[in-house]
Each structure stands twice: as C-alpha cells, then as structure tokens.
Nanobody, 124 residues
Framework: QVQLVESGGGLVQAGGSLSLSCAAS????????MGWFRQAPGKEREFVAT????????NYADSVKGRFTISRDNAKNTVYLHMNSLKPEDTADYYC?????????????????WGQGTQVTVSS
C-alpha cells in the first residue's frame, strides 16, 4: 500500500490543456507501476495511462493516445498526467493508482492503491 493524493483538476475549455499531479507517500515510490484512471458519472472507471517503475515504458488508452502524456519523478514521489487537446468527453474524476506489477491491459483490479480523485471538466 502507498498513500496517493491527486491535485490539479479543474475547468478547462475544449482544446485546452491541463496537468494533474499525484503525490505518493513513502520512500519506495519507484517500486510501483503508476497509473491514471478516470470515471464519469454513471460509467465504470476506465484505464487512461500507466508508466513503469523507472518511467521507461508507458501505455495509453486509445481514446487519449497522442493527447495525454504520463510521466513520473521518483525523486519527488510524484506521477503526472499532462493532458492536451482536451475534449468534453474527457470530463471525469481522475484517479491515480499504484500497482506492483506491469500488465499490458490494465484494469482496476490490478491496482491496489488509489487516490481520492480530482475532477476534470472540459467545457465546449
């Protein structure tokens, strides 16, 4: 288990950009695969992006590929999600999550630690 706190959510116009941060507690941050998921009202939580232990590998949902970038700074115990060319359909609560393993098709069940979420609203 690792404690995670997201920040950076807010309101942005379609086509704009927004960056989210997730701060992790502890000194073993580099032991975790980190991911971002999102959940819109009435919908299931869905995978957005993951990044490997040292940041060498990333994986993105097709819906955000080319627009979103996940990164991490292990020295700061922080993972980021940089979102560009935002669309109204990106509106959701965004959650940071940590996993001890890397999988090619991440699901909620692969991640044992979760942040409280931060809301992103994209207006048109």
């Amino acid at each position: 288990q690792v404690q995670l706190v997201e920040s950076g959510g807010g309101l942005v116009q379609a086509g704009g950009s927004l960056s989210l941060s997730c701060a992790a507690s502890g000194r073993t941050f580099s032991n975790y695969v980190m991911g971002w998921f999102r959940q819109a009202p009435g919908k299931e939580r869905e995978f957005v992006a993951t990044i490997s232990w040292s940041g060498g590998s990333t994986n993105y949902a097709d819906s955000v590929k080319g627009r979103f970038t996940i990164s991490r700074d292990n020295a700061k115990n922080t993972v980021y999600l940089h979102m560009n060319s935002l669309k109204p359909e990106d509106t959701a609560d965004y959650y940071c999550a940590a996993s001890g393993i890397w999988v090619g098709n991440p699901t909620v069940s692969h991640f044992g630690s979760w942040g409280q979420g931060t809301q992103v609203t994209v207006s048109s």
